[in-house]
């Protein structure tokens, strides 16, 4: 960038994204109409694969890369700015804005939009799951089951969260896991295990207390049993959980060894069932805007 352009701004725009009442296209536009900024708008179409957006990237030479969408926008994003010194920023545009929750970021378009204009930046941690890039939470089992109901349902956000789990809760089996744990192994029956990068998921449920993207460590949450009273405590008064059902390590890296296959999910994205999860930390992986 030439030192007397103004920066450049360019927006991964998912027009698939969750919130269809906002036209974040034109916001971006009427926002930035009268500030001494560049803007370039990249719209990602059906099979669009990160090797493009790449491509984008490099051509461009932005200043700031800012994922408009949800969750699995700002994983494909941050996918493309791993390990290097582009600033990321997110416009929540999704029906699930996690890592946009976990930031601060305001949830309004105009006070998202705001916040691109932060001159401080930060260097966050990211896991890596089964060849899969997590930048806010992953997990096997119950919670990975609800996501496959609540992905094809039409009610959104906590109520249709609460919904989905509902129906999960009556008929979910506990598994038999075997965890190494950095160099510990446990065995552990669980309704679900969860690799935390973040404390809440995009629901705003708050299953890792301890969480932190700065640190050099993510959290494996144990959820050895799930009841509605710890549902509750996720999502709304987000009080201490009862030991006996929720234990929390620390860790760099884990490998979850279930006996029979069980569902999982990456950053809200439902990935199947599996019997094997490894997952180590990537450390300084992504600059983003603090």
């Known amino acids: 960038m030439n030192n007397h352009e103004p920066p450049l701004l360019l927006f991964i725009i998912n027009p698939g994204s969750g919130k269809a009442s906002v036209d974040w296209s034109a916001a971006i536009d009427d926002f930035f109409s ?66 946009a929750k976990e930031l601060g970021i305001p949830p309004s378009p105009e006070g998202a939009l705001a916040y691109l204009l ?8 990211l896991i890596r799951i089964n060849d899969q890039l997590c930048v806010h939470l992953s997990d096997i089992g119950f919670n990975a089951s609800v996501i496959k109901i609540f992905s094809s349902g039409k009610q959104r956000g906590m109520v249709g969260y609460i919904r989905a789990a509902w129906k999960v809760l009556w008929r979910h089996r506990v598994m038999e896991a075997a965890l190494k744990i950095d160099d510990n192994i446990i065995k552990k029956q669980a309704a679900m295990i969860v690799l935390a990068n973040a404390t809440r998921y995009g629901s705003g449920a708050v299953i890792n207390p301890a969480g932190r993207l700065d640190d050099e460590l993510f959290e494996v949450v144990i ?68």
């Open 118 to 125: 932060q001159t401080g930046t930060e260097r966050i941690h």
């Open 223 to 290: 959820v050895k049993k799930v009841s509605f009273s710890e549902i509750f405590k996720m999502m709304v008064t987000h009080r201490m959980y009862d030991k006996s059902k929720t234990e929390l390590y620390q860790a760099k890296s884990v490998a979850i060894f279930s006996k029979k296959e069980a569902h999982f999910q990456v950053d809200g994205e439902y990935l199947g069932k599996v019997k094997k999860v490894q997952a180590e930390i990537i450390l300084n992986a992504l600059l983003i805007i603090k």
């Open 34 to 99: 009268t500030r001494p900024f560049q803007i370039e708008k990249f719209f990602l179409e059906k099979g669009c694969n990160i090797t493009t957006i790449k491509d984008k990237i490099n051509a461009s030479a932005p200043h700031k890369v800012i994922a408009v969408g949800g969750d699995g926008t700002v994983k494909l994003v941050a996918e493309c700015l791993l390990h290097t010194d582009i600033i990321m920023g997110i416009l929540p545009a999704g029906s699930a804005n996690g890592l």
